[in-house]
């Protein structure tokens, strides 16, 4: 999460250093390394989608 003052940082309402805002930008990069699991990324590659055919015209679930 971001601080409220990076925040007014950002929208441009308080002036900062540059050499102050990379060197939080690069704190956030190296301590946020987020992991999934198998399940995961399946679900995010769509693997464990529903699957339809056509059947007579119909769209039905291939099982």
Avoid: H, W
């Avoid at 693997?47 to 007579?56: A, D, I, L």
């Amino acid at each position: 999460m971001r601080t409220i003052q990076t925040e007014f940082i950002e929208k441009g309402l308080k002036q900062v250093d540059r050499d102050v805002l990379k060197n939080e930008r690069a704190n956030i990069s190296n301590n946020q390394k987020e992991t999934f699991s198998r399940r995961e990324l399946e679900d995010l590659m769509g693997c464990n989608r529903p699957t339809y055919r056509r059947v007579g015209g119909a769209v039905r679930n291939k099982r």
